[in-house]
Structure formats: C-alpha cells, structure tokens
C-alpha cells in the first residue's frame, strides 16, 4: 500500500512568489491534513480538509490556503511568501475525520524562500 | 485549548538501558494522545496512540506508553534502547471533537550512546 506522497520534495521559490505544494493521501483515505514545521514554532497545524470541505483552520494568515479534489488528492497555497514561511511542509491522512485516528504523513515538501 | 509539555529537548541513554520520553499535557476535555517518531530528513511515524481505551498502550518497535489523568502525563518507554531508536520524538494531543488538529509538543531528541 503505498504511503502519503507529497510533491516536490525541495523547492526553493523568491519573496513575494507564490507556491502550490501537492498531497496524495493513502488510497481509501479521506482525511487529509497540512502541518508546517520549523525549528523556532515547532509542528504547526495549518488545516484538514474532509470531502473536499475545510473542516478545520490552525492559525495562519490568510495567504496560506488549501483545497482538496474529488479523489482526496490535496493542495496548499502560500502566496506572497516571506521568508519566515521557509520550512518543511507535512501533509497526513487518515481514514476519516475525527479526534481518535492517528495520521499518517509524508515525507514532507522543503520550502526554501530567498 | 489544548498544549503538550515534553520535558527534555535532548535525551541521552546508553544502547540497552531503559529509554523515558515524558509528556504532560493540559486539555479541557478527555485528550486523545499519541507519540511520533522522525528520523533525519523524512515525516513523522506514528508510534501509538491513546484513545480512551486501556490506560497502558502499546506501540511499534517496542515502545509503550501509559495515560495517567491524575498526573496529565502520556510518558513514553522502551525497556532496551537500540541505536536505530535515536530519533526525534513528538508528544501530540487532540480533544475530542478534534477541532484543531494536532497540538505537538517541542519534541525531544533521543540518543543513544554505543
């Protein structure tokens, strides 16, 4: 069974750009979540998108947002990028929304802003 | 909200001794728990997870940790450390209901000395 996937693996973009990184959950997962983590704010949650619909938000301005397609597979924006938002990027799965599953997550996308 | 406390940024024990990550905890509302494992460069493992079920959960490669409400702790142990266990470890909570994602805690970094 093949794992979360995330796409690219590195990916080194200029202030002010903006950037869409990609999520392929587990086959059968429905569940797809969005972390940042950095070595001064540690794992941050970003969002988790469930059918398609956002069901949940973390603390984030504006400029990062998501969106998840009709097979699970999900994105996330970052506009206008800053050099703070430099950091590595989590998505994980689960089978379903709710507190109890433990997720699943990928390898990560490292995201570099010059 | 939610918050997890790991106590220790760096853990160091010697190959075979007991291996103790503690985690303490503060939520409204019964937490559910769960303790990750990331290696150099790759995602986060789930090593297990407590979901108000027995108090004393067993996970992967070992590993077991134990829910005491009266204490808020989720510690994490491993009777015999081996070298492939030195990692970065995460202590995570999630209320139920599950609105906001996973809170992580600051990690802490196990090595193991040969």
């Known amino acids: 069974k093949a794992g979360v996937t995330q796409t690219p693996r590195y990916l080194i973009k200029t202030r002010g750009q903006q950037v869409t990184l990609s999520c392929s959950p587990i086959s059968g997962h429905r569940s797809v979540s969005w972390y940042q983590q950095t070595p001064g704010q540690g794992l941050q949650f970003l969002f988790e998108y469930f059918s398609e619909t956002q069901r949940n938000k973390g603390n984030f301005p504006g400029r990062f947002s998501g969106r998840q397609f009709s097979n699970s597979r999900s994105e996330m924006n970052v506009s206008t990028l800053e050099l703070g938002d430099s950091a590595l990027y989590l998505c994980a799965s689960s089978p379903w929304t709710g507190s109890s599953y433990g997720y699943t997550f990928g390898s990560g996308t490292r995201l570099t802003v010059v | 909200a939610q918050s997890v406390t790991q106590l220790g940024s760096h853990v160091s024990v010697s190959e075979g001794a007991l291996v103790l990550l503690r985690c303490n905890y503060s939520s409204s509302v019964p937490p559910y728990l769960f303790w990750y494992v990331q290696y150099p460069n790759q995602g986060l493992q789930l090593l297990l997870k407590?979901?108000?079920?027995?108090?004393l959960v067993k996970g992967i490669n070992g590993f077991e940790a134990e829910f005491k409400k009266s204490e808020t702790s989720f510690h994490l142990t491993k009777p015999s450390a081996h070298m492939s266990d030195a990692a970065e470890y995460f202590c995570a909570v999630r209320r139920g209901g599950g609105a906001d994602g996973l809170t992580f805690g600051k990690g802490t970094h196990l090595i193991i000395q040969p």
């Open positions: 407590y979901t108000s079920a027995a108090t």
